[in-house]
């Protein structure tokens, strides 16, 4: 079983830019597809960005494609979202997940997660 622990979250201006980073431990990471989602208050639970195993397909969502990059240190056990261009409404409580086999923007796919980091945009 792969432990996630995310961070990174913080207070950001619009149009400012933070990484998120999501250390796993327990397993090692390059056996999992990964993938990056957030929850606003009151809202669904919503893929942001995936990546597979070797880093060779990856996603996004229409909302943040073109601000936001997704990538993968496999020796360092580590995955990241680099969030450029934030705007109030990317604010929301983001979580990296991990699956064995399923690559893709459903969270009930994804076997692991981890406990979030809050990511707030000012006006």
């Known amino acids: 079983q792969v432990q996630l622990v995310e961070s990174g979250g913080g207070l950001v201006q619009a149009g400012g830019s933070l990484r998120l980073s999501c250390a796993a431990s327990?397993?090692?990471?390059?056996?999992?597809?990964m993938g990056w989602f957030r929850q606003a208050p009151g809202k669904e639970r919503e893929y942001v960005a995936g990546i597979n195993r070797g880093g060779s397909y990856i996603g996004y969502a229409d909302s943040v494609k073109g601000r936001f990059t997704i990538s993968r240190d496999n020796a360092k056990n580590t995955v990241y979202l680099q969030m450029n261009t934030l705007k109030p409404e990317d604010t929301a409580v983001y979580y990296c997940?991990?699956?064995?086999?399923?690559?893709?923007?459903?969270?009930?796919?994804?076997?692991?997660w981890g406990q979030g980091t809050q990511v707030t945009v000012s006006s």
């Open positions: 327990g397993r090692t990471l390059s056996n999992y597809v």
């Open positions: 997940a991990a699956s064995l086999t399923y690559y893709g923007d459903d969270p009930k796919k994804y076997n692991y």
